[in-house]
């Protein structure tokens, strides 16, 4: 069996799932409903579980001293190969499970990163993924050169295990700022990209993970992205045109889905992509109202929001999946628009069929009319790109045909009437200095 090099995770590894709850904290309703999918998401086969409930997590071993003998016995029984935790550990605990059960050990963050690993497809998905591995995995190096320990001393006594550990962290280190620097190269050219987009109005969608974002960008965009139902389908940017009017479109843009406890090296790392939300114009955040989670995946949504600094941004609560929703449901569904925030407005969709497309679009081009400004500029006839411009970029009023040229009246959006402009300066007064 060949096991994935970004975590030594393997796929088709049986696995045995263990949750602590800690009292006081609120669980889902299945504590081990999404732990199970994610494992299985990355191609192991579940083959058992155990959930403990704890006051506070064991310093040594995050588990009971109890639940560890139990774990190894179950560990031996099922004949698993790996031990994966809902738990973040750290590096000493994670070392301990894996001696006392004599199997591998992998947590939430390191399943969660080695999802990301195996979906990365653009370079800069790559990039971002090794980094936040890479940063997760330097304090955990020790646990690599335990077969050198015994040569390890005190003050003085620096055996060729520590040396080869601290080489082995110089690597790494040396690796992760180069990782850094090409990420910032590539961030320098999204600038680009979004002054280039500057005049267009963008639209990013957001949402839990598997909440049916692509889905619903196939259907605005008329698009055919990927879509699977699995978790982190999508880690990289795409965006899509939507044609929301005849003589008028807005820009889409989907990226990686949120999850409760991101690990936060990846958030860290996904920093550049995450920023698309920061430069859009208008929030679509996508719930899947068929979830029992739903309004726990909306906080969540906007937890991350608020690391955005986006919490303040125009936002429209998309509830999808309206379809899959059973009738003993629905009241239960219908009560989540009682939990927007002032910022938010709701509407109940399907992505699959359809349903509330046609109220999302009209209420968009409301709100793009809203924000145009009137203009009326004498055209001369040897400028019929100007008047191509305004048919294409607005919304053609009236054209009244002179001797001179075309008198146009029309409505355009302001970055659009700025690009007018640049294009046409003498059609202009110049505009009055803003006083104060």
Same mark, same amino acid.
């Given at each position: ?120 497809? #653009? ?22 050169? #335990? ?33 850094? !620097? ?38 605005? #965009?008329?698009?055919?992205e990927l879509v699977e139902d699995k978790l982190f389908a999508t880690l990289d940017t795409r965006v899509r045109r939507w044609l929301v009017e005849d003589n008028r479109h807005v820009l889409v843009s989907d990226t990686v889905g949120f999850i409760r406890e991101l690990p936060h090296h990846l958030v860290a790392s996904f920093q ?21 989670? /739903? ?19 125009? #936002? ?34 399907? /992505? ?14 409301? !709100? ?47 970055? !659009? ?20």
């Open positions: 069996m060949q096991a994935d090099n970004s975590s030594g995770f393997a796929k088709n590894e049986r696995a045995l799932i263990v949750k602590a709850t800690i009292k006081g904290r609120r669980e889902i309703e299945d504590p081990l409903a999404e732990i199970t999918r994610l494992a299985e998401t990355a191609g192991a086969i579940v083959v058992g579980s155990m959930v403990q409930n704890l006051a506070r997590p064991h310093p040594a071993t995050y588990i009971g001293k109890g639940k560890v003998t139990e774990l190894a016995s179950l560990s031996q029984s099922l004949d698993v190969d790996v031990v994966i935790t809902d738990n973040d550990l750290s590096p000493a605990q994670e070392r301990n499970l894996e001696k006392l059960t004599e199997r591998k050990v992998v947590d939430r963050s390191q399943l969660i990163m080695d999802i990301f690993s195996r979906r990365a497809r #653009t370079r800069q998905a790559k990039l971002q993924v090794e980094l936040a591995q890479l940063k997760y995995s330097l304090p955990r190096l020790k646990r690599l050169w #335990t077969h050198l320990s015994r040569y390890e001393g005190g003050i003085g006594m620096q055996g060729p295990g520590e040396t080869q550990l601290e080489e082995d962290k110089r690597i790494v280190r040396t690796r992760v700022q180069k990782l850094e !620097r090409d990420l910032r190269d590539l961030e320098g050219q999204r600038e680009a990209s979004f002054l280039h987009r500057r005049n267009e109005f963008v639209i990013a969608l957001v949402g839990y993970t598997n909440a049916g974002k692509s889905t619903l960008l196939n259907r605005l #965009t008329g698009s055919e550049a992509t995450l920023t698309e939300t920061q430069y859009a114009d208008l929030l679509f955040h996508v719930v899947d109202a068929s979830s029992t989670e /739903a309004l726990q995946q909306m906080k969540t949504v906007r937890r991350v929001l608020e690391d955005l600094e986006c919490q303040e941004k125009e #936002t429209w609560v998309l509830f999808n999946k309206w379809d899959a929703i059973p009738p003993d449901r629905l009241p239960e569904a219908r009560n989540l628009s009682e939990h927007l925030l002032p910022r938010e407005r709701a509407f109940e969709v399907s /992505a699959v069929t359809s349903q509330g497309i046609p109220a999302i679009r009209e209420a968009l081009v409301d !709100r793009l009319h809203g924000k145009d400004r009137n203009l009326e500029v004498l055209i001369p006839h040897s400028r019929g790109e100007i008047l191509a411009y305004i048919r294409e970029n607005g919304r053609l009023l009236s054209t009244e045909y002179l001797t001179e040229g075309a008198l146009v009246k029309a409505a355009m959006s302001p970055a !659009r009437l700025g690009k007018l402009r640049t294009l046409y300066p003498e059609g202009f007064p110049p505009e009055p200095p803003e006083v104060g």
